[in-house]
């Protein structure tokens, strides 16, 4: 399995496995946040130095793709890993 293997090279207590309703926040390394005093939301985000892992399905790749490329020019001290599967090849 995929995920086994990851995790066989991947530090396991920082890898984080992202659902797609997670991209857009904790892909980002957002884990929650505050209204400020002019109700302005700022976000808190998580610690250095974790591990998301990424594993959309081909169809939805590209939107992946894109929101990892917004949460690394963010958040340059978190690593991403990014497993798309082969569907439909030829062998």
């Known amino acids: 399995h995929v995920l ?3 995790n066989s090279w991947a530090e396991k ?4 496995l992202l659902t797609p ?3 857009f926040s904790k892909g980002h ?5 505050v209204k400020g005093i002019n109700d302005i ?6 610690k250095n130095g974790n591990t998301y892992l990424w594993m959309p399905l081909p169809v939805i790749a590209d939107v992946a793709l894109e929101e990892c ?4 020019h963010k958040r340059t001290d978190a ?8 569907l439909f ?3």
Not at 13 to 16: M, P, R, S, V
Not at 69 to 72: G, T, W
Not at 79 to 86: D, E, G, L, N
Request: aromatic share 12%.
């Open 21 to 23: 309703e997670e991209w």
């Open 29 to 33: 390394g957002i884990i929650g946040g």
């Open 69 to 72: 490329r917004k949460a690394v």
């Open 13 to 16: 207590e920082k890898l984080i």
């Open 79 to 86: 690593v991403h890993i990014f497993a798309i599967p082969s």
């Open 41 to 46: 939301w700022t976000p808190k985000h998580a």
């Open 4 to 6: 086994d293997y990851i």
């Open 89 to 91: 090849t030829p062998r």
